[in-house]
């Protein structure tokens, strides 16, 4: 696929790892370690030897009476043992007594060594020494030796005696390893290998087209490329090629920022989600480039996936995919082959999004792992085969890696809940176990407000389907249409749903102090699931779902009561604020449409359809939307779908016919 390479210039072969390894293992294993010879040891072992055998003799002369009484030629036989000894003692240091170091404890006894006496290092076999073990059984045998040919008969009491003088306390080495001087010496030997072997000359042919790359020719092409690196480390060029790279990584967030503000301006202005679009780009792309540079494994191991897989739990799948590509073309420059790298990961962002479009239980994310695998490899023997067209030519390690990187697709799960908890986010998983009824505080709610739940569960049940429709989030507002009311279990008697037939606690209030209390179950509802430690999210939905209504029925009974008196509509009104996401305004006339149809006389389709409209209008009119991203289109949709759901529910049933009895 490539022309003819010519040498650009002089440049040395550079030795492979495995050979200049080998080479370093050749030469610790001929390498012969430094001793020194210590001429202070023999003198300063006789002196205290004669001085302490003297005095022993005074300690064992009962013991050893016989001794003290023999002469051999006119000279006491301990005096003869002494001078024996002495004379065999001198002769094992001048031998040598040696003391091996751990790490040459055992080599054979053919095992070389330099001995450095003055200034000079001489060669030494390990044979010529003794150690201390040695030199003391050489001294008692040829002691004993001697004294045996003069006396036999007193042999065993003399060698008692020898024993008893303790002999080894006078034997030490003489012969020591200087671990210094050998440590400088390997150093010297292993920085003095040549790191090269050869040279190619500028203009001679490398390798034509065609050719089979061997070894030897593979490290002459990565002597080239090093070579030439280093050049270009050291000239212009490498500063240039830092500004390129500079350069495309900033267009890439540059291309991220404008998708942001065009196209998801909520998440553009939430400091925290551009933060972590941001970390979990940079973190991909420094895990690429770090297993690049220091490391030798392959980047198929890399779970990409995960990155789609998290984006698209707390966002979309659209800002999943987009985030993902832009990750994988910045991650393909560490890449030995960007063009497979791109081509096999693109698939697989797409299946993992496709596999986990509403994730709500753990078994989704094994499952996405098992897609993620089977994307790689089919994918992987795809390419294979279009490019080789031989079955053989698929490299089986790969599906190792593939397998590998399906296999740390599961660490998703830890990483969402962590992520959720750093940057405050919600997942779907969490929704589904906020919207469970066996939640502690929808089950106090059932328990003290028993119509306030119900009513809870039908505004779920319709906001769900609005969602559904308009392309909100179905689980999102399921949960918080769930908990809207949860303030109402404070005061539950004094709203309408709560009652008994009959029971208005109302009708002894004020219509400014009902007000209040009607009112009062917001901010009771924001304390109490903060309390709980509700996700803000959640507690949106308590805030803003009578946004900044009035509580009609009291302030319209009390401007007909008193006709002539100045209102003051804030007693009436609620705080707000209105809904500021389509989530929330689709629980608002959820919320109020439900309500409303309990009170209505005939569940026609006509009375039905005016209920929604009339309802839906007269929320436009006060302007409760106007903070929400929600499109006219989208409450048009919005509206047909709550007035089926209503119709669904309140439908009639048809009356069967009695059988008339026969006369």
């Known amino acids: 696929m490539h022309n003819t390479l010519i040498a650009p210039f002089d440049f040395p072969i550079y030795k492979s790892i495995e050979e200049l390894s080998n080479e370093k293992d050749s030469i610790l294993n001929s390498f012969r370690p430094y001793f020194v010879l210590d001429t202070t040891i023999q003198q300063q072992q006789v002196v205290p030897f004669i001085e302490t055998y003297n005095q022993t003799l005074v300690d064992l002369q009962s013991k050893y009476h016989k001794l003290f009484r023999k002469k051999i030629n006119k000279k006491y036989y301990t005096e003869i043992i002494r001078e024996d000894i002495l004379e065999n003692l001198r002769q094992a240091y001048q031998q040598g007594i040696i003391s091996l170091p751990e790490q040459y404890l055992n080599v054979p006894p053919t095992f070389e060594l330099y001995l450095i006496k003055g200034n000079i290092a001489e060669p030494y076999g390990l044979s010529e020494f003794s150690t201390q073990k040695a030199a003391y059984q050489t001294i008692m045998i040829n002691t004993l030796n001697n004294l045996?040919?003069?006396?036999?008969?007193?042999?065993?009491?003399?060698?008692?005696?020898?024993?008893?003088?303790?002999?080894?306390?006078?034997?030490?080495?003489?012969?020591?390893?200087?671990?210094?001087?050998?440590?400088?010496?390997?150093?010297?030997?292993?920085k003095n290998i040549s790191l090269t072997g050869g040279k190619v000359i500028s203009g001679q042919r490398i390798i034509d087209t065609g050719e089979i790359i061997d070894g030897k020719t593979a490290k002459i092409l990565d002597s080239l490329k090093r070579v030439y690196e280093e050049r270009l480390g050291s000239t212009t060029g490498y500063y240039l090629i830092l500004v390129a790279q500079t350069l495309i990584i900033t267009l890439f967030f540059i291309?991220?920022?404008?998708?942001?503000?065009?196209?998801?301006?909520?998440?553009?202005?939430?400091?925290?989600?551009?933060?972590?679009?941001?970390?979990?780009?940079?973190?991909?792309?420094?895990?690429?480039?770090?297993?690049?540079?220091?490391?030798?494994?392959?980047?198929?191991?890399?779970?990409?996936?995960?990155?789609?897989?998290?984006?698209?739990?707390?966002?979309?799948?659209?800002?999943?995919?987009?985030?993902?590509?832009?990750?994988?073309?910045?991650?393909?420059?560490?890449?030995?082959?960007?063009?497979?790298?791109?081509?096999?990961?693109?698939?697989?962002?797409?299946?993992?999004?496709?596999?986990?479009?509403?994730?709500?239980?753990?078994?989704?994310?094994?499952?996405?792992?098992?897609?993620?695998?089977?994307?790689?490899?089919?994918?992987?023997?795809?390419?294979?085969?279009?490019?080789?067209?031989?079955?053989?030519?698929?490299?089986?390690?790969?599906?190792?890696?593939?397998?590998?990187?399906?296999?740390?697709?599961?660490?998703?799960?830890?990483?969402?809940?962590?992520?959720?908890?750093?940057?405050?986010?919600?997942?779907?998983?969490?929704?589904?176990?906020?919207?469970?009824?066996?939640?502690?505080?929808?089950?106090?709610?059932?328990?003290?407000?028993?119509?306030?739940?119900?009513?809870?569960?039908?505004?779920?049940?319709?906001?769900?389907?609005?969602?559904?429709?308009?392309?909100?989030?179905?689980?999102l507002v399921r949960a918080g249409a769930m908990y809207h009311d949860i303030g109402k279990t404070?005061?539950?008697?004094?709203?309408?749903?709560?009652?008994?037939?009959?029971?208005?606690?109302?009708?002894?209030?004020?219509?400014?102090?009902?007000?209040?209390?009607?009112?009062?179950?917001?901010?009771?509802?924001?304390?109490?699931?903060?309390?709980?430690?509700?996700?803000?999210?959640?507690?949106?939905?308590?805030?803003?779902?009578?946004?900044?209504?009035?509580?009609?029925?009291?302030?319209?009974?009390?401007?007909?009561?008193?006709?002539?008196?100045?209102?003051?509509?804030t007693i009436f009104t609620y705080p707000g604020p209105t809904p500021f996401t389509k989530e929330t305004a689709i629980v608002m006339m959820a919320d109020a449409i439900e309500a409303t149809s309990k009170s209505l006389k005939n569940y026609t389709d006509s009375e039905i359809d005016n209920l929604v409209e009339n309802i839906i209008n007269n929320e436009l009119k006060e302007e409760q939307f106007?903070?929400?991203?929600?499109?006219?289109?989208?409450?048009?949709?919005?509206?047909?779908?709550?007035?089926?759901?209503?119709?669904?529910?309140y439908h009639a049933r048809i009356e069967y016919p009695s059988i008339n009895k026969r006369s």
Do not use: C
């Not at 008692?160 to 006078?170: C, E, P, V």
């Not at 109490?528 to 009578?546: C, G, M, S, V, Y």
């Not at 929400?628 to 509206?639: L, R, S, V």
């Open 490 to 569: 404070v005061s539950p008697i004094y709203f309408t749903e709560n009652q008994a037939a009959g029971l208005n606690p109302h009708a002894n209030l004020d219509f400014e102090e009902s007000a209040k209390i009607i009112i009062d179950h917001i901010e009771n509802g924001v304390k109490l699931a903060r309390k709980e430690k509700l996700p803000e999210k959640i507690i949106d939905f308590i805030r803003t779902h009578q946004g900044t209504t009035k509580t009609k029925f009291f302030y319209n009974s009390f401007v007909n009561k008193n006709p002539d008196k100045e209102v003051d509509p």
């Open 255 to 475: 291309i991220i920022y404008l998708f942001l503000f065009y196209f998801r301006v909520d998440v553009y202005h939430n400091l925290l989600s551009v933060s972590f679009i941001l970390m979990m780009v940079l973190l991909m792309a420094a895990l690429a480039s770090g297993i690049h540079s220091f490391s030798k494994l392959p980047l198929f191991i890399i779970p990409f996936a995960i990155l789609p897989i998290i984006v698209r739990i707390f966002f979309d799948s659209r800002l999943a995919l987009f985030l993902y590509i832009i990750t994988i073309l910045i991650s393909a420059f560490f890449a030995s082959n960007s063009f497979l790298f791109v081509l096999l990961q693109i698939p697989v962002g797409i299946v993992a999004i496709f596999s986990l479009f509403h994730m709500v239980r753990r078994s989704q994310l094994v499952r996405a792992a098992l897609f993620i695998f089977l994307t790689y490899s089919l994918f992987y023997a795809g390419i294979s085969l279009w490019q080789e067209g031989d079955i053989l030519k698929i490299d089986p390690r790969l599906f190792g890696q593939f397998a590998i990187n399906a296999a740390l697709i599961l660490l998703a799960y830890p990483l969402i809940d962590i992520f959720e908890r750093t940057f405050r986010f919600l997942s779907d998983v969490t929704l589904m176990e906020l919207s469970d009824t066996n939640h502690p505080l929808l089950r106090m709610l059932a328990e003290k407000a028993p119509g306030t739940f119900q009513h809870s569960i039908q505004v779920a049940n319709l906001a769900q389907e609005v969602a559904y429709k308009i392309g909100a989030n179905p689980m």
């Open 626 to 649: 106007r903070n929400a991203p929600i499109t006219f289109k989208e409450i048009t949709q919005a509206k047909e779908v709550l007035k089926l759901k209503l119709k669904n529910i």
């Open 148 to 190: 045996g040919m003069m006396n036999n008969a007193i042999f065993s009491e003399t060698q008692a005696f020898l024993s008893d003088i303790q002999l080894n306390r006078y034997i030490h080495s003489n012969i020591i390893f200087d671990k210094e001087r050998t440590e400088v010496e390997k150093q010297n030997l292993l």
